[in-house]
């Protein structure tokens, strides 16, 4: 009986040893990770207007002043370079957002570091969602606005591939040694956060079910 106890406390150990090996309930077995709960803006820091970030029924609401919320979490150290971000976003008539690649905490103005890829279905800015905003734009429209949609970003070595709901609608490859003139700003592929952008007070856009993955 002895022998048997002792056989059962250690399976038992073991079985929890590596059930630990995953700390991160929100994984999932292809190695999407959830950062945005829904509820809280744990693993997310706002810069110039926080007001402008809001939940509401679970989505992250955009809508106010000029902001970034950078991802600060866990996942990846916050510091990603090969990697895929996706996120379930509806976007108001009028409306203009970005999601941010290879970026930098900065607490004014429009980030000098890294690449937006755009959102937008109507607004004025001619740049439509899926651009990587001023060095590949894409002109078309693919999604109407108040529908929900999916925006799916692979970034793998000199590529970046958006694709919205599942379909590709741009492939951007960068110089292994781009000429980017304009100071400190560093508009290149490098590695870095990931942010979302609050574009103007006249700009609403909804974003739910963020998730990265690391590659």
Not at 125 to 135: E, H, I, L, M
């Amino acid at each position: 009986m002895k022998r048997l106890f002792t056989f059962l406390m250690a399976t038992a150990l073991l079985a929890g040893c590596a059930g630990s090996k995953n700390t991160n309930s929100s994984a999932t077995k292809d190695g999407w990770v959830r950062i945005f709960d829904g509820k809280t803006f744990t693993g997310w820091k706002a810069a110039e207007n926080p007001s402008t970030f809001t939940i509401q029924d679970g989505a992250l609401v955009v809508y106010g002043e000029r902001a970034h919320l950078f991802y600060e979490g866990p996942i990846g150290n916050h510091d990603f370079k090969n990697f895929e971000w996706k996120a379930t976003i509806k976007t108001a008539p009028g409306a203009n957002s970005g999601m941010f690649i290879h970026t930098a905490y900065q607490e004014k103005g429009w980030p000098n570091v890294g690449h937006e890829i755009q959102v937008n279905q109507t607004h004025e800015d001619w740049r439509k969602t899926g651009s990587v905003y001023a060095f590949q734009d894409v002109r078309d429209v693919f999604v109407k606005d108040n529908e929900w949609y999916t925006q799916h970003i692979i970034v793998k070595d000199n590529k970046v591939t958006i694709k919205v709901n599942d379909k590709v609608i741009n492939e951007y490859t960068e110089a292994t040694n781009p000429d980017r003139k304009g100071g400190s700003v560093r508009k290149v592929l490098n590695h870095g956060t990931i942010a979302i952008q609050g574009h103007d007070p006249a700009s609403k856009v909804l974003y739910k079910d963020i998730m990265v993955k690391v590659l």
